[in-house]
């Protein structure tokens, strides 16, 4: 099928657009994650006494090692579906839910800064690139006939899918690093011997 101008335009600002949105956007959390989260636990766990103990204790598990993973791991997902919906000129139902989770995804990170009546990671970016990226990109796609009007149920799959795609790069991060063979390479037996000798004429 030959792309019409608008797909061609499409392709080259919307479909690849939604990485690089992605990957500004995730540097800011990279930036500012995981020390955040160390320096407002006490004063969360304070504010929000509702919250089960489990989640807050999951929040802390997360570090610098995990932190990294699951965001390269997330980040190979929305490569895919840029490809995805280059490949389609943005007619992929994977490009558009990821669009859609985006989006959503920014107006979580004001949500909690609301909340927290301050900064959380991401909310720097979310006003100022996620949402307006997201509402930009829809617009396209809808002027180039690859997008029906958004339906609530439209909405519910795009905020759960990116949920699911979160916690599930969090728990393959989480079990990449538990993985002995990932952590620590296999000593040379030379090595060790020569260790051994040197400890005993010591």
């Given at each position: ?68 993973l699951a965001v390269a791991f997330v980040g ?39 909340a927290v009546r301050g900064y959380t990671p ?81």
């Amino acid at each position: 099928m030959d792309n019409s101008p608008d797909d061609e335009k499409l392709s080259a600002w919307v479909t690849a657009g939604l990485f690089a949105a992605w990957a500004l956007h995730d540097a800011e959390e990279l930036a500012a994650g995981p020390r955040w989260v160390r320096r407002s636990l006490p004063r969360l766990r304070e504010r929000f006494p509702a919250v089960p103990e489990r989640a807050w204790r999951q929040l802390e598990a997360v570090d610098e090692r995990e932190f990294p993973l699951a965001v390269a791991f997330v980040g190979v997902c929305v490569a895919a579906a840029s490809v995805a919906g280059h490949a389609t000129g943005g007619r992929s139902a994977f490009y558009r839910a990821t669009l859609d989770g985006f989006g959503l995804h920014g107006l979580v990170h004001l949500a909690q800064a609301a909340a927290v009546r301050g900064y959380t990671p991401g909310a720097v970016t979310s006003p100022l690139l996620v949402v307006p990226f997201t509402l930009w990109a829809r617009g396209r796609l809808r002027r180039a006939g690859v997008l029906r009007p958004a339906r609530p149920r439209d909405l519910a799959t795009g905020l759960a899918a990116a949920g699911v795609v979160t916690a599930a790069a969090h728990a393959a991060a989480r079990a990449w690093g538990k993985n002995p063979h990932r952590r620590r390479l296999p000593q040379n037996p030379v090595s060790q011997q020569a260790k051994a000798r040197f400890i005993s004429a010591n």
